[in-house]
């Protein structure tokens, strides 16, 4: 896909726009940027078509009681604003455990990925398969799966000429190089050629390969054994092996990194391209082109590490969840970073196929959606079910969708921390309950206590705008009621996340009062603990 101009129609909404109409809307267009890279090469690399599903309805974990406040006098209330309305949900605290059975799950699956088991086949992906295997094991016994690399360049007469210094520099060289070549010469037979760390055609695991390979290329067998051989002769010439083992630096740590998994197991794959914002990181990046091949063998190494530890098993998890921060991306004047990766996407597509899950583009300009807009007419509806894309507004809600929110990373509306230990006595193995709460509403969370014990409870409202207090009421008529938070005004600039604790020396329940005065939605999240009471 090239970088020209596209007439962008702008959407109505940013919101989650996995198949957008295609209707043009005559606009001056923007210029082509980072963002229309990373979309045209991304639908350029997805070819699958997959089955429709029905989500699970979501399961009613927590009981819930609605009651609506009677209406105030006209006196009160300014007459356009409706009265509100109270919801109260109550949560019976157990010792020793958190309400990880309380999380509100909501599934997003549109299409299933297709089964790597070998019975779940077609008959013609069968034959396929075995027609395949046979081919690659022809190739490992005839010693032509993966040929020689090319020999060695004679050294020039100008070469030869060098002063002494150079001449054993170049000596060292050349032994390094045939040590090298020798070593990829001997890499034919079968016992020795291997893709992402597993052996071909010693276990199942071998058949998962295949047919990654086949599926890019919807099973054409020939075109899917010269994608195998061309991949691994990539491999050798630039030195997977090898590289994986190198030290390159932390300095794009922030850049692109995991961070958790999603509702269904995939682990989850962050681009930050707002980073290279950053004047100084740019520079050292992408100056020269030594430094953008270094970026390039770093990319490389970041998806063959992350690869190595998928579960390459028939039935296994071995593909990656997408999650692309447009967020400040650099624009059109950025020339050399959109090539550099859309060279890297380019070497991806050719060389790791079917190793994504999911496409989500979270903080997407309208444009960039304009340009998926123009492009999805030509899209099977297999792509089109692997993008997302959604505004800056609908961030946290989109990604709920397919990550529970404890395994979210902070800065996208979630509660996970991987940086610090605000709160340890919460992990991402800890559930969070999402509560919806509607325009001028207050929401009440009830924990009931039956013993003595530690109360400690993280909350956020994605967003704030909103009012937050706290409160212990005693079951007794003849205690009082504590208040731990007064009520606050929350804004966005506040801590996105509260973390609290309370001592119960007697029975009641904690009461957290979340009120929503706008005429927007807002997602409530929280999960607490209940820990033995010390004195």
């Given at each position: 896909?090239?970088?020209?101009?596209?007439?962008?129609?702008?959407?109505?909404s940013?919101?989650?726009?996995?198949?957008?109409?295609?209707?043009?809307?005559?606009?001056?267009?923007?210029?082509?940027?980072?963002g229309?890279t990373?979309?045209?090469?991304?639908?350029?690399?997805?070819?699958e078509?997959?089955?429709?599903?029905?989500p699970?309805?979501?399961?009613?974990?927590?009981?819930?009681?609605?009651?609506?406040?009677?209406?105030?006098?006209?006196?009160e209330?300014?007459?356009?604003?409706?009265?509100?309305?109270?919801?109260?949900?109550?949560?019976?605290?157990?010792?020793?455990?958190?309400d990880?059975?309380?999380t509100?799950?909501?599934?997003?699956?549109s299409?299933?990925?297709e089964s790597?088991?070998?019975?779940?086949?077609?008959?013609?992906?069968?034959?396929?398969?075995?027609?395949?295997?046979?081919?690659?094991?022809?190739?490992?016994?005839?010693?032509?799966?993966l040929?020689?690399?090319p020999?060695?360049?004679?050294?020039?007469?100008?070469?030869?000429?060098?002063?002494?210094e150079?001449?054993?520099?170049?000596?060292?060289?050349?032994l390094?190089?045939?040590?090298?070549?020798?070593?990829?010469s001997?890499?034919t037979?079968?016992?020795?050629?291997?893709?992402?760390g597993?052996?071909?055609?010693?276990?199942?695991?071998?058949?998962?390969?295949?047919?990654?390979?086949?599926?890019a290329?919807?099973?054409?067998?020939?075109?899917?054994?010269?994608?195998?051989?061309?991949?691994?002769?990539?491999?050798?010439?630039?030195?997977?092996?090898?590289?994986?083992?190198e030290?390159?630096?932390?300095?794009?740590?922030?850049?692109?990194?995991?961070?958790?998994?999603d509702?269904?197991?995939?682990?989850?794959?962050?681009?930050?391209?707002?980073?290279?914002?950053?004047?100084?990181?740019?520079?050292?990046?992408?100056?020269?082109?030594?430094?953008?091949?270094?970026?390039?063998?770093?990319?490389?190494q970041?998806?063959?590490?992350?690869?190595?530890?998928?579960?390459?098993?028939?039935?296994?998890?071995?593909?990656?969840?997408?999650?692309?921060?447009?967020?400040?991306?650099?624009g059109?004047?950025?020339?050399?970073?959109?090539?550099?990766?859309?060279?890297?996407?380019?070497?991806l597509?050719?060389?790791?196929p079917?190793?994504?899950?999911?496409?989500?583009?979270?903080?997407?300009?309208?444009?960039?959606?304009?340009?998926?807009?123009?492009?999805?007419?030509f899209?099977?509806?297999?792509?089109?079910?692997?993008?997302?894309?959604?505004?800056?507004?609908k961030?946290a809600?989109?990604?709920?969708?397919?990550?529970?929110?404890?395994?979210?990373p902070?800065?996208?509306?979630?509660?996970?921390?991987?940086?610090?230990?605000?709160?340890?006595?919460?992990?991402?193995?800890?559930?969070?309950?999402?509560?919806?709460?509607?325009?001028t509403?207050?929401?009440?969370?009830?924990?009931?206590?039956?013993e003595?014990?530690?109360?400690?409870?993280?909350?956020?409202?994605?967003?704030?705008e909103?009012?937050?207090?706290?409160?212990?009421?005693?079951?007794?008529?003849?205690?009082?009621?504590?208040?731990?938070?007064?009520?606050?005004?929350?804004?966005?600039?506040?801590?996105p996340?509260?973390?609290?604790?309370?001592?119960?020396?007697e029975?009641?329940?904690i009461?957290?009062?979340?009120?929503?005065?706008?005429f927007?939605?807002?997602?409530?999240?929280?999960?607490?603990?209940?820990?033995?009471f010390?004195?």
């Open positions: 896909m090239s970088d020209e101009a596209l007439q962008p129609p702008p959407p109505a940013t919101e989650e726009l996995p198949v957008p109409s295609s209707e043009p809307v005559p606009m001056a267009p923007p210029p082509p940027d980072l229309q990373l979309i045209a090469a991304a639908v350029a690399a997805e070819t078509t997959k089955t429709e599903m029905e699970p309805p979501p399961p009613a974990e927590v009981a819930t009681t609605t009651t609506t406040r009677e209406a105030a006098s006209e006196a209330l300014p007459p356009t604003k409706p009265a509100p309305t109270q919801e109260v949900f109550v949560v019976q605290s157990e010792k020793g455990k958190s990880s059975s309380r509100f799950i909501q599934s997003a699956v299409f299933k990925e790597n088991i070998v019975s779940d086949l077609s008959d013609f992906e069968r034959k396929s398969l075995e027609e395949l295997r046979k081919l690659v094991q022809e190739a490992l016994n005839n010693r032509t799966l040929p020689p690399p020999p060695l360049p004679k050294q020039t007469k100008q070469e030869a000429s060098t002063s002494q150079e001449k054993v520099t170049t000596i060292e060289f050349a390094k190089e045939e040590q090298t070549y020798t070593e990829v001997h890499q037979p079968s016992e020795d050629v291997s893709i992402w597993i052996p071909l055609l010693k276990d199942d695991r071998t058949d998962v390969i295949l047919l990654k390979f086949l599926r290329r919807e099973f054409r067998v020939n075109d899917a054994f010269v994608m195998i051989n061309n991949t691994l002769k990539w491999r050798r010439d630039f030195g997977i092996d090898r590289l994986v083992e030290d390159l630096g932390d300095d794009l740590d922030k850049v692109v990194f995991m961070h958790g998994h509702r269904e197991g995939h682990p989850v794959c962050y681009n930050v391209y707002g980073e290279f914002q950053n004047k100084e990181l740019y520079t050292k990046t992408f100056s020269d082109g030594e430094k953008r091949a270094r970026f390039l063998r770093w990319r490389i970041f998806l063959e590490r992350s690869i190595r530890k998928l579960d390459f098993s028939p039935g296994g998890v071995n593909t990656i969840f997408q999650v692309n921060d447009l967020k400040n991306a650099p059109p004047a950025k020339r050399e970073l959109r090539q550099a990766t859309r060279q890297a996407l380019h070497l597509q050719d060389n790791y079917e190793f994504v899950a999911k496409q989500v583009f979270i903080n997407v300009p309208w444009w960039h959606v304009a340009f998926y807009t123009m492009m999805s007419p899209m099977t509806q297999r792509t089109k079910s692997k993008f997302v894309f959604t505004g800056p507004s961030t809600e989109t990604l709920f969708k397919y990550i529970s929110p404890e395994k979210v902070i800065q996208y509306g979630g509660l996970s921390v991987d940086y610090c230990d605000c709160n340890p006595e919460f992990t991402v193995d800890d559930a969070a309950t999402e509560i919806n709460i509607k325009p509403t207050k929401q009440f969370v009830e924990i009931l206590v039956s003595k014990c530690i109360i400690v409870w993280e909350l956020r409202v994605v967003g704030w909103v009012t937050y207090n706290a409160e212990f009421v005693p079951s007794s008529n003849d205690s009082y009621t504590v208040i731990i938070q007064k009520a606050t005004k929350m804004g966005p600039n506040d801590d996340v509260i973390s609290s604790s309370y001592k119960i020396s029975l009641g329940k009461v957290l009062t979340v009120d929503n005065p706008t927007k939605r807002r997602k409530l999240l929280y999960r607490y603990k209940v820990l033995p010390t004195d």
